[in-house]
């Protein structure tokens, strides 16, 4: 079998550009309301003005988080429909609503299944770079929500919606309530991620690492997962996606799924999974595919190749009746 290898390419779509350069004008959102070290300043509202105000009526623009103090999140955020600019994360934002049981509530209608409700969103961009600069951290402070329990509405950390030819690197996610990142888009690559959703956190389940979902051309490569459940889970409607050099610690796996989830429809092709290592005492499988019983679909061509694993209870596992 021969998989096709990701690369990002360009090709006719609505915004044909280049990735901002070092020239490109700096919407700093101190400029635009937010404020540091201060819990009951939400900066989405500054995250927002910039976006709005500077990043999309100045071309080539750079959407400036600083590396100054710390800076809360309040409610979830989504920048859309705009192409050819840049996010430089380079603080540190702490979600701040969910430090008590009731907090989450809003939530509840930013989406209405699992997967779906979501904190910080970006959709229908194009020509897009995330830098965090290996310096930027997005704490999502989980432990509240974990002690919640369940999995319905707890939020996805990061996610990315109809992404194309763009790249995301250099970012830390922590602490996720559920997963740290889902990725869906096209021609997206992923790389120097540090993702940390401890595995020994009461009722820490479900905080994958990076999982592609409605994605299709998605390179996810050297990065480290520290992860309380599966490391990457190649989610439904997904092809040709390449995994590379991934670290997974402490994770359930490098994993396929799971896919038909109450008797739903999925398809997944085209996945290769290369060159990672898995360790931990608390790993608890390898290379793993997992559907339920009662979807419909297929998984097909993929590919498990030269994965290093340590200490691992399951090192290959394939179960069509996941649940």
Known sequence: MKLLLVTIVSFAVSCLAAIPDKQSPICNILNYGAQTNNPDSDVAVAILNAFNKCVKTKKKSTLLIPKFGVFYLNTPIVLEGHCDWKLHW??????????????????????ATQGESSVFVLKDISHFELDGGKVGVFDGHGESWWNLGGSSYRPVLLKTVMVQHSIIHGLTLKNSPFWSMAAGGRYVDIYDMLISSPSNAGG??????????????????????????????????????EVANVICNHSHGLSIGSVG??????NISH??????????????????????DGGSGSVSYIRFDNITLHDVYNPIIVDAKYW
Not at 90 to 111: A, E
Not at 271 to 292: C, F, H, P, Q
């Open 90 to 111: 380079l603080g540190t934002i702490n979600l701040k609503f969910m430090f008590n049981d009731t907090s989450y509530l809003p939530l509840k209608n930013f989406g």
């Open 204 to 241: 820490s389940k479900n905080v994958d690492g990076i999982d592609p979902v409605n994605a299709t051309h998605i390179y996810i490569h050297d990065s480290i997962i520290n992860s309380g459940d599966d490391c990457i889970a190649v989610k439904n409607n997904v092809s040709f996606i």
């Open 261 to 266: 989830i109450r008797g739903s429809f999925a």
């Open 271 to 292: 996945v290769l999974i290369r060159d990672s290592i898995m360790y931990g005492n608390e790993t608890t499988n390898g290379a793993r595919v997992k559907t339920w």
